[in-house]
């Protein structure tokens, strides 16, 4: 069963920083891509950034460009997220998410299985 | 890049069917075949219910299908449980200008009777 587990959330000050983990078990971690999506407070869906399963990729939405580093250690089976300059406008619940390729940009690319998602609050 | 836009809520009485649209443009839903949707209940993280536009995960009942036509595409409930009471998202791949290669819908909010 693929399970994948969130953490490092918390409140954060605008312009501070936090690294989020996602720990993943259940498949070949290194044979899929992993992307971080999140939601804010009674909002919807936004993709955040993606890595492929090697970690030779990243890609990064216009509105965390510059700012946010996705990252992956395949030994430890473990995907991060490193957000720098935190904004208000970033606090969401942060989910990672599995791709059903090992490519993190793919015109028929889903997203087979969630985490349980973490919450990150920017304020002073 | 704008999101794909979805009814704000739609509703119906058990054992009906439901049809939620999500309508984009010829740089998603219009020219690519990624779509897919995702159902999420109260306080619970997305689950995948449909890809590839019409594509059911091993798992998913046979009440939930997908079609597209157009810059359009629907997710159907058919046989309205009250367990089917959640939030839905459409998403697509994107080729429209910038750097996001994904988009979601707007999200639909699902009740049942």
């Known amino acids: 069963e693929v399970q994948l587990l969130e953490s490092g959330g918390g409140l954060v000050q605008p312009g501070g920083s936090l690294r989020l983990s996602c720990a993943a078990s259940g498949f070949t971690f290194s044979s899929y891509a992993i992307s971080w999506i999140r939601q804010a407070p009674v909002k919807g869906l936004e993709w955040v950034s993606a890595i492929s399963g090697s970690g030779g990729d990243t890609y990064y939405a216009d509105s965390v460009k510059g700012r946010f580093t996705i990252s992956r250690d395949n030994s430890k089976n473990t995907l991060y997220l490193q957000m720098n300059s935190l904004r208000a406008e970033d606090t969401a619940v942060y989910y990672c998410?599995?791709?059903?390729?090992?490519?993190?940009?793919?015109?028929?690319?889903?997203?087979?299985?969630w985490g349980q998602g973490i919450l990150v609050t920017v304020s002073s | 890049q704008s999101a794909l836009t979805q009814p704000p809520s739609v509703s119906g009485s058990p054992g009906q069917s439901v049809t939620i649209s999500c309508t984009g443009t010829?740089?998603?839903?219009?020219?690519?075949?990624?779509v897919s949707w995702y159902q999420q209940p109260p306080g619970t993280a997305p689950k995948l219910m449909i890809y590839?536009?019409?594509h059911r995960p091993s798992g998913v009942p046979d009440r939930f299908s997908g079609s597209k036509s157009g810059y359009t595409a629907s997710l159907t409930i058919s046989g309205l449980q009250a367990e089917d009471e959640a939030d839905y998202y459409c998403?697509?791949?994107?080729?429209?200008?910038?750097?996001?290669?994904?988009?979601f819908g707007t999200g639909t909010k699902v009740t049942v009777l």
């Open positions: 998403s697509s791949y994107t080729s429209s200008s910038g750097s996001t290669p994904y988009v």
């Open positions: 590839e536009v019409n």
């Open positions: 998410a599995k791709g059903n390729s090992i490519f993190g940009v793919d015109t028929e690319y889903y997203f087979d299985s």
């Open positions: 010829s740089s998603d839903i219009g020219f690519y075949n990624g």
